[in-house]
Nanobody
Framework: QVQLVESGGGLVQAGGSLRLSCAAS????????MGWFRQAPGTERDFLAT????????YTADSVKGRFTISRDNAKNTVYLQMNSLKPEDTAIYYC???????????????WGQGTQVTVSS
């Protein structure tokens, strides 16, 4: 099991940037695939990006490709989501999650953080 705590959210103007962090504890973090998801009010939780345990392989959803980048620092037990060129439609609660295998489905992620709010003003 992995315990996850997101941080770095906030209010930013359109075109700005934010870097979200997800601090993990638990022995299995370094073997876990990590993912970022987001959920806006009244919508389903959407997949954004995932990264392999080693950090060598990543996959980013087409909807944010070129603007969002996932990375991890296993020495710090932390996963990041760099978000650039933010748009008002990026406004949502952002979650990190851990999975034992590669997946783009939220159903495959067993451990979740509490989420961090990102609000992009126009």
């Amino acid at each position: 099991q992995v315990q996850l705590v997101e941080s770095g959210g906030g209010l930013v103007q359109a075109g700005g940037s934010l870097r979200l962090s997800c601090a993990a504890s638990g022995r299995t973090f370094r073997n876990a695939y990590m993912g970022w998801f987001r959920q806006a009010p009244g919508t389903e939780r959407d997949f954004l990006a995932t990264i392999s345990a080693s950090g060598l392989a990543t996959y980013t959803a087409d909807s944010v490709k070129g603007r969002f980048t996932i990375s991890r620092d296993n020495a710090k037990n932390t996963v990041y989501l760099q978000m650039n060129s933010l748009k008002p439609e990026d406004t949502a609660i952002y979650y990190c999650a851990a999975s034992p295998a590669y997946s783009r489905s939220s159903k495959e992620y067993a451990d979740w953080g509490q989420g961090t709010q990102v609000t992009v003003s126009s």
